[in-house]
């Protein structure tokens, strides 16, 4: 079985509430994913950084960080799809990162990789400081349409969930 399987493996686990499984899961590969994400090879970053949200593995946020500062826009990409997945419950994790995600959403070169993270930050803390700086990015017509729509989608959430303060 390959990383990929293992992991398509620990997501069905984890949405059917089979802990246990998916604990003994992780155990057995916990080193391979390390060693992925180390790879030269792109494809296996993305794989392992993709691998950590279907894990559901939240002692792997460091490593997630590193994969949101890959060279490469698959692995950045990945590494948001995990973030997405492990802040679905809980917003901890990316409060925990916000500060990067605000650096990508603002000044990535890859616009799906920048439509990625604005998508993350849906799952955070209805902070004002993100809230005005995806309005920002909405009303900026430099920037392409995808991303205005995503970031203006968002920040309204996020000025919803805030209340009347925000």
């Known amino acids: 079985m390959s990383l990929a399987e293992a992991a398509a493996e620990a997501d069905e686990l984890a949405q059917s509430g089979a802990e246990r499984e998916l604990a003994v899961l992780r155990q057995q590969w916990d080193e391979e994913l390390e060693d992925a994400a180390r790879s030269a090879d792109y494809r296996q970053r993305a794989v392992a950084y993709r691998a950590i949200g279907q894990f559901r593995f939240r002692q792997k946020l460091e490593l997630l960080r590193r994969g949101l500062e890959d060279e490469s826009p698959a692995a ?40 990625l993270a604005v ?48």
């Open 119 to 166: 998508m993350c930050l849906r799952h955070g803390s209805p902070q004002r400081e993100t809230i005005v700086l995806l309005n920002g990015l909405a009303e900026d017509d430099e920037q392409e349409a995808e991303l205005r729509n995503a970031a203006r989608t968002t920040a309204a959430e996020l000025k919803k969930r805030a209340g009347p303060k925000g």
């Open 76 to 115: 950045r990409g990945s590494a948001l799809l995990s973030v997405q997945l492990l802040s679905k419950d809980s917003p901890g994790v990316v409060n925990a990162i916000r500060p990067l995600l605000h650096a990508i959403v603002t000044t990535d070169a890859n616009q799906a990789v920048r439509r």
